[in-house]
């Protein structure tokens, strides 16, 4: 049975309230991405080199890793709803924040803040989760998901057409209204959520080891996951650098409007969610860690072409979400009392290794030219792959 949901009666998880759900979802994870198509025109302005600029979406993700362990876990002991509207609120200032930052130092340290806040996102995935009926949960979470993928690709579109069209500082300002304008709508449609535990705070943390230690699933999905997520923040992070460069010789427009080709394989979440409940995941877990390994090595092998770089960004980003719902489909199903704490395990596994991919790729990239990227992800993906198939 999904967890308990108390006070209010608990809606059906019917497409209004999915839709609802995705959007939020993809409005929050989108906090984290809109600086990706921003590096070259911020760069240009700060004066700050292709090493110093990868810090940016590095300590985003830190942050987003740092709230998903440290945050997420209140899920499992107050109401997930009283959770979604306070980091929503915090969220807005955030983002609003980053909209009147004066220089680079600045910007750096409201990153942090963004990525604590857009941890709403993997607030608002469990309680999809909560919500969806057992039979049906995979398919739930994959259309929420959908939402959070879109919110990632999709918002490198917005951000870098914005920069180019007026200035990244009105990418951020928009970005605040939309959350600001999402919340009476999260505030009238969510239901109470009846906590799992009455553990104490401290206690929630420390019963994230035991969960690691007791799920083997859980570590595989975590290992696995995090070294996918390498790969695909090696080359988002450093995409808008490499497009800046001599070789390609484009500017934020064209980096953002390459989301549109991720955004082709973020479809795939709902259909991994569905052959997830009906088969297993793991089919679906090894075909999307081996197209991703794939995809990296013929960028790394190819002749360098805009084309080239549109098929690699759509078969990548498909094998890497469907890895993922179907690795948050394992995961749900493993305690649904510990729900959040699992998530929590797991995604924070993810963007810890996005940051790495994001600081290894911006490494790479300024030492040894932007081939070394895909390598990277190539190998990466290899490793995930070798973990997907343990036993």
């Known amino acids: ?17 999915t839709g609802l759900l995705a959007l939020a979802t993809g409005l929050a994870v989108a906090s984290i991405y809109y600086v990706q ?7 240009a302005e700060f004066g700050v080199g292709s090493a110093g600029m990868g810090a940016l979406p590095t300590l985003t993700q830190l942050g987003y890793a740092a709230g998903i362990l440290l945050l997420s876990p209140l899920g499992d002991r107050v109401d997930r709803r009283r959770l979604i509207l306070v980091k929503a609120g915090a969220l807005v200032l955030a983002l609003a924040a980053a909209a009147l930052a004066p220089g680079f130092a600045a910007l750096a340290a409201v990153c942090v803040l963004i990525g604590l806040a857009a941890t709403l996102a993997q607030d608002l995935v469990p309680a999809a989760a909560a919500l969806a009926e057992e039979s049906e949960r995979g398919k739930r ?12 690709l999709l918002s490198r579109v917005a951000s870098g057409a914005l920069a180019a069209w007026a200035s990244w500082r009105l990418v951020y300002g928009l970005a605040a209204l939309a959350v600001a304008l999402l919340m009476p709508l999260l505030w009238r449609a969510l239901p109470s959520f009846a906590v799992a535990t009455r553990a104490s705070y401290w206690a929630l943390l420390a019963s994230l080891a035991p969960l690691w230690r007791e799920h083997a699933a ?5 290992w696995a996951q995090g070294l996918l997520s390498v790969a695909f923040s090696a080359f988002w992070s450093t ?8 070789d390609f010789g484009q500017g934020s427009a064209v980096a953002g409007a390459f989301g549109l080709a991720g955004a082709a394989g973020a479809l795939a979440a709902p259909l991994a969610g569905s052959v997830a409940d009906r088969r297993g995941p793991q089919a679906v877990i090894r075909l999307g860690a081996g197209l991703v390994a794939l995809s990296f090595l013929a960028q790394a092998l190819a002749p360098a072409s805009l084309l080239g770089l549109v098929v690699v960004a759509v078969v990548f980003d498909l094998g890497v979400q469907a890895s993922l719902v179907s690795h948050q489909s394992v995961v749900y199903s493993l305690d649904p009392g510990a729900r959040s704490r699992l998530n929590a395990v797991l995604v924070s596994s993810m963007f810890i290794g996005m940051a790495s991919g994001a600081a290894l790729g911006a490494s790479l990239l300024a030492h040894l030219g932007w081939r070394a990227v895909p390598a990277l992800g190539c190998a990466a993906a290899v490793a995930a792959l070798l973990v997907a198939r343990r036993r």
């Open 141 to 152: 979470v994959g259309q929420v998901m959908t939402g959070l993928l879109l919110g990632i």
């Open 218 to 222: 859980l570590r595989r999905a975590a």
């Open 37 to 43: 198509p921003l590096l070259g025109v911020l760069s």
């Open 1 to 17: 049975m999904s967890a308990p949901v108390s006070v209010r009666s608990a809606p059906a998880l019917g497409p209004a309230l």
């Open 239 to 246: 995409l808008a650098l490499v497009l800046a460069g001599p």
